[in-house]
């Protein structure tokens, strides 16, 4: 057996294609100046060209989006934690300097390869322990300008320290998440740890399947090497945060288990005890502020310093009202 089949963490990896994608990452276009000279120039705000250039902000988005594909590659082909790490601190560089440069771009959660993306940058960052691109990960999720929100986000944020995204009904919760949410629904009594686990465990047979509309998907039965490897890190995140004993899901497909153990064996999970979890609230314009506090809102880098009792601004943004909300830092 070859020390690459050993090493790797996903079994349907071969050697071959991760060895062509490492090559082929270091000719990417986040190596190629001319493209960031593009990037970074004003007036190239959409490329005129007929084989469809994405618009600037769109290229600047794909830095941080093509280095978080790289990163889950090397995590799939087995490297040491460490280098999985490194290539996590790109990831935040680039998504840090995409948020400061396009301050009103965000996830449309509704859209599944977006929903999928903010799982798994929440996740990653919290259990490798880097999770200083958190609060822009946050003001990065769309609120729904059609109504009331997916009530799995609003859950989950509450749980990391940024209480009051609003919150819809279950309805609201894609098919495949549902048992995801489960897990994390309801408070320390309700459900119980062995419910939770099962709701993870029926998460983890159902979520390869339940992601078929997502981009990457069946790239494992491609003729390139375009494949970086199937992982549900969200199954992980839970597990940590909620203190889950994974004995009975540790090894099914698509459950990262030596990640779990990086973050307990590092302190990760004590430092993520609920009680410990610094809060952040969110709220709405025009909303009534329940302590003194300076908050920043999500589409802008407009920060305002308030007391108990007053008000957030109404309006800040003119084409995206609609989504706008205000995190207190």
């Known amino acids: 057996m070859s020390s690459f089949i050993e090493q790797r963490r996903d079994p349907l990896l071969s050697e071959d294609f991760f060895l062509v994608q490492l090559e082929d990452y270091k000719e990417s ?3 190629d100046q001319e493209w960031w000279s593009w990037i970074n120039d004003p007036h190239h705000e959409r ?22 594909e790289h990163l889950i590659l090397l995590y799939s082909g087995g490297v040491s934690h460490e280098e999985v790490i490194a290539q996590l601190g790109v990831v935040t560089k680039e998504f840090l300097r995409h948020k400061k440069e396009f301050p009103d771009e965000q996830f449309y959660y509704w859209e599944q390869d977006a929903y999928q993306y903010l799982l798994w940058m929440f996740s ?14 946050v003001r990065y999720i769309s609120k729904n300008p059609e109504g009331d929100d997916d009530p799995l986000w609003s859950m989950l944020l509450a749980r990391l320290g940024y209480p009051g995204f609003p919150r819809g009904p279950e309805s609201y919760i894609p098919e495949v998440y549902r048992p995801l949410f489960d897990a ?16 993870i465990k029926q998460y983890l047979k159902g979520w390869y399947k339940g992601c078929k509309e997502c981009y990457w998907h069946d790239r494992h039965k491609a003729k390139h090497a375009i494949y970086f490897g199937y992982w549900a890190f969200e199954a992980a995140l ?8 994974d004995s009975s899901y540790r090894d099914m497909r698509y459950y990262p288990k030596d990640l779990v153990d990086y973050a307990r064996a590092n302190g990760i999970a004590e430092k993520w ?17 329940e302590q003194d506090g300076n908050w920043r809102c999500n589409l802008t880098d407009e920060q305002w310093q308030l007391r108990k009792g007053q008000r957030l601004p109404s309006q800040t943004h003119v084409n995206k009202d609609d989504m706008l909300f205000w995190v207190q830092e």
């Open 47 to 68: 490329w005129s060209d007929p084989a469809g250039l994405p618009t600037r902000s769109g290229a600047s988005a794909g830095m941080f989006m093509d280095n978080l």
């Open 273 to 289: 005890q609920a009680l410990r979890v610094a809060q952040h609230p969110i709220a709405m314009p025009g909303s009534m502020v």
């Open 124 to 137: 990653l960052s919290i259990l490798y322990g880097q999770d200083e691109m958190l609060p822009e990960l």
């Open 184 to 199: 994390i629904k309801g408070d320390g009594v309700n459900p119980t740890k062995v419910e939770r686990q099962a709701s």
């Open 29 to 31: 276009l986040y190596f």
């Open 238 to 245: 839970v597990t940590l945060l909620y203190e889950l004993d």
